[in-house]
C-alpha cells in the first residue's frame, strides 16, 4: 500500500444481519464509522497520535447511499477519496464494494480536526497535515464520484 492509499477490509458479522435478510442499513453506518477510525490510524491519529497532540477528529456530517444489499460473511472493503480540505477539515469521499468489488455503499462526511485540550477546531497537526497533504495532492487527480453532492429530494417531472 502506498502512503496516499487508504483501504479498510470487514465482513458482514451475524448481528449486522436484519430481518430483511441483508445487513440492516444502520450497520453501513457503523462500517462507515470504523472507517474513518481506521483513516484517522492511517494519517497518524491513531491512539499514540491523539494522545500525543492531543487532538481527534469528529464527523460533522455524514450523507450514506445504500446502492447493493451485503450478505452475511460477505467480504467489505471501503477505500477513501478526499474531496477537499482546508487546514482543519476533511470533506470525505468513502466507497464500500464487495469481494467481487461491486460497489455497495458510499459516505460522503465532514470530518473536523479537534484540539482535545481546547475542546475546538483546530488545525491538523503538523505530521498529520503532511500525510493528508500526500493523499490530496493524489486525490486531486481522481474523477469526483457521481454521488458525491447529491441531495434528497423526490424528482418531479
Request: with cysteine; proline share 3%; glycine share 6%.
Amino acid at each position: 500500500m502506498s502512503e496516499t492509499t487508504f483501504s479498510y477490509k470487514d465482513h458482514v458479522r451475524a448481528d449486522w444481519v436484519d430481518y430483511n435478510g441483508h445487513m440492516n442499513d444502520a450497520e453501513y453506518a457503523r462500517v462507515f464509522s470504523l472507517s474513518v477510525d481506521a483513516f484517522m490510524d492511517f494519517i497518524g491519529l491513531d491512539a499514540v497520535g491523539r494522545e500525543q497532540h492531543s487532538y481527534t477528529i469528529f464527523t460533522l456530517e455524514t450523507h450514506l447511499c445504500y446502492l447493493k444489499e451485503a450478505n452475511e460473511n460477505e467480504t467489505l472493503q471501503v477505500t477513501a477519496q478526499l474531496l477537499d480540505v482546508d487546514e482543519k477539515r476533511l470533506h470525505i469521499f468513502f466507497v464500500l464494494e464487495n469481494g467481487e468489488g461491486e460497489l455497495v455503499a458510499t459516505s460522503e462526511q465532514m470530518l473536523m480536526g479537534m484540539d482535545v485540550t481546547e475542546g475546538r477546531p483546530a488545525p491538523f497537526p503538523s505530521p498529520v497535515q503532511t500525510v493528508i497533504d500526500g493523499i490530496w495532492a493524489s486525490d486531486q487527480t481522481k474523477e469526483t464520484p457521481k454521488q458525491a453532492g447529491r441531495t434528497i429530494g423526490i424528482r418531479r417531472r
